[in-house]
């Protein structure tokens, strides 16, 4: 399982729940609510009055949705909201949950949640890399143990070049296309590396040619993977276990570049098997220590968190459920014969205690 936060948000509710459910008259196929009211969802959203409206995310998995019992994924998906609102109740936050099983049968677990702490209307930020990208991996590597799930971080599932840019769109590949369209990429390449108008189109113009070097075999260790970006007018600031930067005339910021391509024991594509083989042993044999480095790492991110969330919203009580006298609502004391109901507040619908 990974876990993934999209950065769009300052839209209409529309936008969000028309990717999830599809349309009216088209809806998604192998889209499911699990949890919430899509309508609800889109109006809050829509009412809010801060610039970030929303935040969407995924928890994708590679196994086949017909692996899990509903009982599991409600775990899951509790645990996962334990971890964003930890000090806050049930009703103080809303999210939707929605279920696609339609990329190949693959679970995946979506979610949108307004940015409005509800009882107060106060700004609520669900996720913030810097202060809880850490204790959201923990939780995610929790998960993925406990429940023997595939494991992103195994050395098996390493890529020899790391595509992504924070939450970037995926870069498209040398993958192996006639020898006309080979070049015309490579002189396209050649243009953003002289010529780069981001950090990300330089990253990406960058690997895509140490992708295409080593298919060509003129990369054998990390010695040659130096010269290669060095040739391409790049100046190496930095080289780290796992990474290289480098600094280009035109940037004002270094490119980290990351991926097993860019480590300090890379060697030749030949003997690649060999050394993850050798990584796979030693990530394994850590497995135990690594699970309790994770729960601590966890456990002391949630009491950050809910001394973060105590502090911004602890002084806001629950509104006193309203009086309903003859199906009106009213300040007053009801009359002495008329029936009163009480308006319960909000609660999850999970079944089962919240972990």
């Known amino acids: 399982m990974i876990v993934k936060f999209f950065r769009r948000g300052q839209g209409s509710g529309a936008g969000p729940l028309n990717y999830l459910l599809g349309g009216k008259d088209t809806p998604r196929e192998g889209a ?3 949890y919430g009211d899509p309508r609800l969802t889109e109006q809050l959203i829509n009412t809010t009055p801060f610039k970030q409206k929303y935040k969407s995310g995924v928890l994708s998995f590679t196994e086949d949705a017909t692996q ?50 509800l009882r107060s209307g106060k700004r609520l930020q669900p996720f913030y890399a810097g202060a809880d990208l850490v204790r959201v991996n923990a939780f995610k590597n929790i998960i993925n143990q406990e429940y023997d799930l595939t494991d992103p971080n195994d050395p098996e599932r390493k890529r020899l070049i ?45 690997d895509r040619r140490m992708r295409h070097s080593l298919a060509e075999g003129s ?47 890379f060697k030749a594509l030949s003997q690649q098997a060999h050394l993850i083989e050798g990584r796979q042993g030693d990530y394994e044999r850590t497995s135990e220590s690594r699970g309790h480095r994770d729960l601590k790492t966890w456990t002391t991110g949630m009491e950050i968190k809910k001394e973060y969330h105590e502090k911004l919203y602890g002084d806001i009580k629950a509104p006193e459920p309203l009086a309903l006298v ?30």
């Open 219 to 265: 990369l054998n260790n990390r010695s040659s993977v130096r010269y290669a970006l060095e040739g391409m007018g790049l100046t190496i600031k930095r080289a780290t276990k796992s990474s290289i930067s480098v600094a280009h005339p035109a940037m004002t910021r270094n490119v980290r570049l990351k991926g097993t391509i860019y480590e300090k024991d």
């Open 162 to 206: 790391n595509p992504y840019v924070n939450n970037a769109p995926r870069p498209t590949p040398y993958d192996r296309p006639p020898k006309s369209k080979e070049k015309e990429q490579e002189k396209e390449d050649n243009e953003i590396i002289a010529n780069p108008k981001s950090t990300f189109a330089l990253k990406e113009a960058i």
């Open 32 to 34: 499911k609510v699990l």
């Open 68 to 117: 899990f019992t509903d009982k599991q994924k409600k775990d899951i998906m509790q645990r996962f909201e334990e971890t964003l609102f930890v000090g806050l109740e049930p009703d103080q936050y809303d999210i939707l949950w929605v279920e696609h099983t339609d990329k190949g049968g693959r679970l995946e677990l979506n979610f949108v949640i307004p940015c409005q702490e």
């Open 326 to 355: 003859n199906n009106h609502v009213t300040s007053k004391e009801p009359q002495d014969n008329a029936p009163k109901v009480e308006v319960p507040t909000p609660q999850r619908s999970y079944s089962g205690p919240r972990p």
